[in-house]
């Protein structure tokens, strides 16, 4: 079953604009990761916030996390041609933290025109 | 440092036919995970371990079996192919995390199609 799901499913945007994915899951959770995939390829982790955190920066990228909505956002700002690819959140609900065994949503297509 | 690497990167099976998928990782990392990606549904748990000589199911086993006798080593094997199996396997691995979490590195992926 999908614990986490993205939206939207699909997004294109214009180099320069900013780009905002939101993820909902469904139960309690340790922490909440987002991956990107460029078409063909393995997943690359992107940031991690865990359940006692409520925002968190890296670069470009910031994440909220809402655990009492059980939603995360990720932002892209200031995007480019290069941030097209698709972005997975994934959360990781197991007892002690179960880095091993995260449920991943569908993805979001991020397409980012020149 | 290759960090995880996956083998074959193609390949395409008859139904019925057995093949091992090969991940490697040379980060000394205690968890490995397989996951598989079809379209549209996100990836999925396949097998997972906590360590050598430690394997455990994931969300999708069925079809599948796994085994880890070194650190390094996690070979996923399909004992008789069937076209619901083609799809893209990806190997993973982390240090154990506690609560905290850490970051899970993933290969390339395994393209398969069962015919």
């Known amino acids: 079953s999908q614990q986490g799901e993205e939206d939207p499913q699909a997004l294109s945007i214009q180099e320069g604009e900013n780009a905002t994915m939101n993820c909902s899951y469904k139960?309690?959770?340790?922490?909440l990761q987002w991956y990107r995939q460029n078409s063909g390829r393995g997943l690359v982790h992107l940031i991690l916030?865990?359940?006692?955190?409520r925002e968190k920066h890296s670069g470009r990228l910031r994440v909220t996390l809402d655990t009492s909505k059980k939603s995360s956002s990720l932002l892209i700002t200031a995007s480019r041609a290069a941030d097209t690819a698709s972005y997975f959140c994934?959360?990781?609900?197991?007892?002690?933290?179960?880095?091993?065994?995260?449920?991943f949503g569908k993805g979001t297509l991020l397409t980012v025109n020149p | 440092n290759a960090g995880v690497t996956q083998t074959p990167k193609f390949q395409v099976l008859k139904t019925g036919q057995s093949m091992t998928l090969q991940c490697a990782q040379d980060?000394?990392?205690?968890?490995m995970s397989w996951y598989r990606q079809d379209p549209g549904m996100g990836l999925r748990l396949i097998h997972y371990?906590?360590?050598?000589?430690?394997?455990d199911q994931g969300e999708v086993p069925n079809g599948y079996n796994v085994s880890r006798s070194t650190t390094e080593d996690f070979p996923l094997r399909l004992l008789s192919a069937a076209p619901s199996q083609t799809s893209v396997y990806f190997c993973?691995?982390?240090?154990?995390?506690?609560?905290?979490?850490?970051?899970?590195?993933f290969g390339e992926g395994s393209w398969l199609t069962v015919v």
């Open positions: 993973a691995s982390s240090y154990s995390t506690g609560w905290s979490g850490n970051t899970i590195y």
């Open positions: 139960t309690s959770i340790n922490n």
């Open positions: 916030i865990r359940s006692n955190e």
């Open positions: 994934a959360t990781d609900a197991g007892s002690g933290g179960s880095n091993y065994k995260l449920t």
């Open positions: 980060m000394n990392h205690e968890y």
């Open positions: 371990s906590v360590g050598a000589g430690i394997t």
